[in-house]
Every structure is written in C-alpha cells, then in structure tokens.
Nanobody, 132 residues
Framework: EVQLVESGGGLVQAGGSLTLSCAAY????????IGWFRQAPGKEREGVACISSTDGTAYYADKYYADSVKGRLTISSDRAKNTLYLQINTLTPEDTAVYYCAANVRGTYGSTCLREEYLETWGQGTQVTVFS
C-alpha cells in the first residue's frame, strides 16, 4: 500500500526549530517526486519545498528564496530510510499550520513537485503550532 506518514509536529515557542519527518511506504522513494505543503488556519494549502525525481534537486516556494528568510527551511531525504525531512528554523507564529507530505510516485519534472495537482499521494498531516 502506498502511504505517507508525517511526524514531528507539535507546540513550539517562537524562535525555536523543528524537524518534520515523512516516512514513505509502498513505492520506490528515489523514483518519486516528494515534498511538503502546509495549510495555515483560514488559508489555502501551499507548497513549501519539494525534491524532484528527475535530478534530485530541491525546490522551495518563491518566498523562501528571499534574502531575509533564505536558509530558514531545509528539505532533505534519506533514501535508505525512505524518509523525507523538513527542518524549520527561527519559527514564527506565521508558521503555524498543518504540514502535509505529498508525492507523485512516478515522479515529476522540475519544480512541478511544488504544485499539488501533480501529486496524487498525501499524508494525513502533522500540526505545527508556534506560540510567542
């Protein structure tokens, strides 16, 4: 069975760091495109970061390339463990959201892994709440 299971969410004080994990089951991790999305209260779900299957390149949503926030998020993977990670540093209350892991098990091209319409497998989400 193809499945994604997120973990690592919780209640965190602003300024702290968090690492989310997504364990993948039932498909070849290295052949897939896989990424993180989040949905903040009252907002639409948005792509955060993903890893493309074509070349293993990591892509981030445009706002995370700004100099003021560059490096605040890091997506990584451990193929041996079939696990995807998202490290978030310097958390702010604006990071409060449900974070979802999603994948296209056959892979996608380039940064299309940031677009949810290209991803057919979703985890149940993990809640991150940041308090000040």
């Amino acid at each position: 069975e193809v499945q994604l299971v997120e973990s690592g969410g919780g209640l965190v004080q602003a300024g702290g760091s968090l690492t989310l994990s997504c364990a993948a089951y039932g498909f070849t991790f290295g052949d897939s495109a896989i990424g993180w999305f989040r949905q903040a209260p009252g907002k639409e779900r948005e792509g955060v970061a993903c890893i493309s299957s074509t070349d293993g390149t990591a892509y981030y949503a445009d706002k995370y390339y700004a100099d003021s926030v560059k490096g605040r998020l890091t997506i990584s993977s451990d193929r041996a463990k079939n696990t995807l990670y998202l490290q978030i540093n310097t958390l702010t209350p604006e990071d409060t959201a449900v974070y979802y892991c999603a994948a296209n098990v056959r892979g996608t091209y380039g940064s299309t892994c940031l677009r949810e319409e290209y991803l057919e497998t979703w985890g149940q989400g993990t809640q991150v709440t940041v308090f000040s």
